[in-house]
């Protein structure tokens, strides 16, 4: 290996025409070639995001358990209820009522709700 002598190796310097074509091809070519990959990505994100997650609306008056956060002991059941849903906030949780009308005392997301049939 060692030390190379450079001294009489040709000077490679672009031109000034050179180096404005070199310029022009990032913006015009590598960056639009990066923003279809980052939209075409972005699009397939979204597109699995909206198939895993449950789109369950529950109309008012609707009767629905709520899951147990907590669950502590397997022999607990999972879900508790039922309860009747008041309104459905901006947000997109949802009010809940017990059995006596009383309102309890937190939200619940859509994904913390399960349906109840009605027994006949």
């Known amino acids: 290996m060692g030390w190379h002598n450079f001294t009489w190796t040709k000077n490679k310097l672009l031109s000034h025409n ?32 909206n198939a895993s997650v449950l789109n369950n609306d529950f109309p008012d008056g ?25 309104r459905r906030n901006q947000g997109g949780t949802y009010e809940l009522k017990d059995g006596t009308r009383k309102l309890l005392p937190r939200h619940y997301a859509p994904s913390q709700l399960k349906f109840v049939i009605d027994d006949l």
């Open 62 to 86: 609707a009767k629905v358990m709520t899951l147990d956060p907590i669950l502590g002991d397997k022999f607990r059941p999972r879900y508790k209820g039922p309860y009747t849903v008041v």
């Open 18 to 49: 050179e180096l404005v074509k070199r310029l022009r091809y990032l913006p015009e070519t590598v960056f639009v070639a990066i923003d279809e990959r980052a939209r075409t990505t972005q699009e397939r994100t979204i597109q699995r995001f």
